[in-house]
């Protein structure tokens, strides 16, 4: 799963992604709603919880200015998530909204337009499946862009697709 950066209340401070801030709490509610989380809160790092089959990363790896990456910053950390995609092989890759999705494609050497964001997309990289989501920030929550039951529903997809009964 790739995020767009640590939030300052969140992993800047924790030290954990999506870990203290408002977008945690429907990503790791819904991680463990489908086998993904040992528990559904993540306030603090030593809470106990436990990734199942999943990790969690950022686009950015650095607190960016108003909380928005640069394109340079992200071209300059891609090479760190390019590393954890090569590292971890993971079968399915969920990016929480359109910076992550373009970061991912770059870390596979793809253009950017060849595979377009859209929540609940699919794309099919090599060697691994791209799903998209908006990402589970409070702006979006709040303005109803994504809610609880839009999100599960990628989540959801992802588990079927890792359990083979898609």
Known sequence: MVGLAPGL????????????????????????????????????????LELIGCRVTNAVKCLPPQNKPQPDEIRRCNRYLAGEIALVRPRAILALGAIAHRAVLMAFGL??????????????????????????????????????????????DIATFLRGTR
């Open 9 to 48: 209340h969140g992993a800047n401070r924790t030290g954990r992604p999506f870990t203290g801030d408002h977008a945690g709490i429907l990503l790791y509610r819904t991680l463990h709603r489908f086998g993904f989380a040992s528990h559904e809160g993540s306030a603090d790092p030593r809470d106990g």
């Open 111 to 156: 253009a950017p337009g060849r595979h377009r964001f859209a929540h609940h997309a699919v794309h099919e990289l090599p060697g691994a499946s791209l799903f998209d989501s908006y990402h589970c920030s409070r702006y979006n929550t709040q303005t109803k862009r994504l809610t609880a039951p839009m999100f599960e529903a990628v989540i959801r």
